[in-house]
Every structure is written in C-alpha cells, then in structure tokens.
C-alpha cells in the first residue's frame, strides 16, 4: 500500500495543515500557531472533511491551553466556543471538543505541564483513532462490496485522507476494495460548486494510481445506467439516530438515482459522525456558503453580476434511501433507528 498521506501534522505547538484551498495546483502548508488561526483555517477550508476538521479543533484547544495560566473550563471556554462557532454541520468538530472538554475538566487542578500533556495525549488520540477506524472501515466495506463483484464504483465530495485523519472514509473503502481487486473504475463527482472530487479526490486518486475517470456532477444518472455502476459510496458530516445522513450537497439525489437504477448506496463514517441526539434529518443544521460558491468557477464569475445564489453545502439522504452505513464497528444495511441503537450499544 503507498504510504498513507497525512493533511495535519503536530510538532510542539504548530499545526500544520495542507491548504486545500490550494490543490492541486499547489501543495502548500499553513502553519497555524494559535487556535484562532486554527479556527480560522476550520472556517475558511483550508481544512476540512468531517473528521480532519475535529482532529484540527482538538490541537486547537491544545494550542490555547498553551496560552492561559491555568488550564480550567472557564479559561479555555472562549476557545472552546471559537473552534465550535467554524462550521455547523459536520458533528465530529463537536464530538472531538466534547472529548477536549471532558479532558479539560478531569485535568483541571493539575500542575500546568501535567495538565497540558494529558490534553496532547488527548488530541492525539483523537487523530490516531480516526485513522485506525479509517482502516477497519476499509476492511469491513470491501467485505460488503465483495458480494457485488467486481464493477465500477461511484463516488462524491472527497472522503480521503484530505479528509480524515488518513486513508478515507468512503475513498478508505474504495481503496481496499481496490486492493482486493473489486473496482474497475472510480467515477468521481467533480461536487460543484467547491470541486472537492476535481481537485482533491482525483488527485488522491491519481496519487495512488487508482484507475478513475472525473464527471460532471449531471452525468452521474447516466452514467449509472449505462457504465456498470455496482454501488456508490460517499462519507457523511452527521449521521442521526435513525440513520439519515447529511453530507456534500448532491448525495441525496445520488441516492435517488441509485435506488431508480438498482444500484446499492453505501456511507462510510466512523462512529464519531453519529449524532445519537438527533432522531431527524431535518433537525440537522446545514451550512450555506457565499453565493459566490455558485456564481464563480476557479475564482472567475461565470454568472452575471448581481445574480443571487443559494448555495447551502449539504443536503439530507433519508435512511431509507440507504443501502448500508459502514462503520468501524460493523455495517448496518438498511439503517433504521433500532438497527442505530443496537451498533452504538455495541461493544468496541
Ligand atoms: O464542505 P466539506 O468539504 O468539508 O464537506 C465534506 C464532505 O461532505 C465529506 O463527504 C464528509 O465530510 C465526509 S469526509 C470523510
């Protein structure tokens, strides 16, 4: 296996982040010294993907640990809710601060560089157990793509080890069904408006010499009718308790066309994207971006000037519409909300 990239690399106090505003043009790093900065690169994209971004906010709180006198849950609160207030929708960012905080807490008290190594300890912990369950989930997905044969994949957004603390979610899984030789092809969304599938998911792809071949976000119907499509698998950003999932906009009609057209629709996440708090798809936020998301292409305006946009990021697939949810844990097929409860009751 080619060595597996890493988006976010600590070194005593300095987070450093491949921007991937910048991919594949350029591969340049930021590097971020203060929790603000590390908010600011949640908010902005220089990092992003669902669990990239709670690993990043986790060596935030660490970063303005380092700054206060004491390490107590008032003097870190307003970093706390900084790093919260970077995006809405993907709940692992909220996931990783809850561990910081519960950390926080239990280390209040301690001698200060005691205290701030527990909450290394912590952050860290939290990256190298994503990238472990990134693994696992590679493992279990290719089981379960195994009974479909081998065939063309389908695939949206970038889930890949830009996106996580290494290897992938559904871009894990599309990479040890590779290995294990079930994949043909790979169709890529390019997933207008920010092209995370043009520009990052190709380039992982590439990368690794996975044969795959772009598309335009509109083709994808056709391209499931006529090209030997055997399941389409994506990540998620939250996943409630009954198993709706919110993900990059344009996942639930890929849904839709997969069910009209007899293809299986997987997601992949770790169990830090489910959110047991929400039963509904429709209580979960969705962040909306500038229109000029939709009204620019690379930067150059391809509307007129003055045209409105809407240009909210994700969107929610019912549970329904699921095929399977592989997880670390195991994958539940055909998600509902007893099947949900029964995998986080689960034993590890
Ligand atoms: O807006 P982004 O690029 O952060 O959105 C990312 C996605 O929607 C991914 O599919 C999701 O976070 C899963 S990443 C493993």
Not at 143 to 157: D, F, N, Q
Request: charged share 20%; aromatic share 6%.
């Amino acid at each position: 296996m080619k060595e597996i990239f890493q988006p976010l690399v600590w070194r005593e106090g300095v987070l450093r982040l491949i921007d991937q505003r910048k991919l594949p043009q350029e591969e340049a790093w930021l590097e971020s010294q203060t929790w603000q900065t590390t908010a600011s690169a949640i908010r902005d994209m220089v990092v992003r993907g669902a669990p990239a971004i709670g690993i990043a906010a986790a060596w935030g709180v660490v970063q303005a640990a380092c700054t206060v006198s004491e390490i107590t849950p008032q003097t870190l609160k307003p970093a706390l809710d900084g790093l919260a207030a970077s995006r809405p929708t993907a709940v692992n960012l909220f996931w990783a601060l809850e561990r910081m905080s519960e950390t926080i807490a239990a280390v209040a008290g301690l001698p200060a560089d005691q205290a701030l190594a527990r909450l290394e300890d912590e952050a860290r912990a939290i990256h190298e157990e994503d990238l472990a369950a990134n693994l696992r989930m590679g493992e279990l997905g290719a089981e379960w793509a195994r009974t479909m044969g081998k065939g063309a994949v389908l695939t949206h957004c970038n889930t890949g080890s830009l996106a996580t603390g290494g290897y992938g979610t559904a871009l894990g899984v599309i990479r040890s069904a590779w290995q294990a030789g079930l994949v043909e092809t790979v169709y890529v969304d390019e997933t207008r408006p920010w092209l995370q599938g043009a520009r990052l998911t190709a380039w992982e792809l590439m990368r690794d010499g996975i044969p795959a071949q772009l598309i335009a976000d509109v083709a994808a119907a056709s391209v499931m009718r006529d090209k030997g499509v055997k399941w389409v698998v994506v990540g998620a950003d939250r996943i409630t308790a009954r198993g709706d999932v919110a993900n990059k906009i344009g996942t639930y009609g890929l849904a839709v066309l997969a069910r009209y057209h007899g293809v299986k629709f997987a997601v992949a996440a770790p169990l830090s994207t489910i959110d047991p708090h929400l039963e509904k798809g429709e209580d979960i936020p969705i962040e909306e971006r500038t229109p000029d998301e939709v009204c620019q292409l690379g930067g150059v305006r391809t509307a007129p000037a003055g045209m409105a946009a809407y240009n909210p990021v994700f969107d929610v697939t019912p549970a329904e519409l699921v095929d399977a949810i592989i997880t670390e844990r195991g994958v539940v097929e055909q998600p509902d909300a007893m099947k949900m409860k029964a995998l986080l009751a689960a034993s590890a």
